[in-house]
């Protein structure tokens, strides 16, 4: 049961499932910004542009069945800006990652060993 103990606070403590916890708790707060602006915002202006629609209001009644296609119209809406919102910050890391990788990285200096095998060499090919 220790060896279990360890090994999972082994697991839990490395960096990868804290990044993804992280990860996690901020995308269930950016999805309920993204709810607030496509539900208070986005979609009242869409209603007054195309004449006061009210989104959430629109549906479809079959039979006893009612299909309410305004909230489905919402969560289209929220998916599209949230893949867009998604796209770009994903563009912009990529973006930071190539500047980061394109600075060049110097050779290190040569050790007093490896300059002196160097003049040894260069001495031998001269005779």
């Known amino acids: 049961m220790k060896k279990f103990l360890s090994e ?34 986005i979609t009242p202006i869409i ?13 479809l009644t079959v039979g006893s069945a009612s299909i309410t296609l305004g909230v489905f119209i919402q969560a289209v809406i929220n998916f599209l800006l949230t893949a867009l ?15 980061k990788e394109e600075v060049p990285k110097k050779d290190p200096e ?11 060499r260069d001495l031998l090919k001269n005779k």
Not at 47 to 59: A, P, Q, T, W
Not at 85 to 97: C, D, E, G, M, Y
């Open 8 to 41: 999972f606070k082994e697991f839990i403590s490395k960096g990868n499932v804290m990044t993804m916890a992280v990860g996690i708790i901020m995308g269930s707060t950016f999805t309920a910004i993204i709810n607030s602006l496509v539900n208070d915002i």
């Open 47 to 59: 209603g007054m542009v195309i004449g006061g629609v009210d989104f959430s209001g629109i549906c």
């Open 85 to 99: 919102i998604l796209f770009l910050v994903v563009k912009a890391f990529n973006r930071f990652q190539r500047k």
């Open 110 to 120: 040569p050790s007093a060993e490896e300059k002196l095998l160097t003049e040894i």
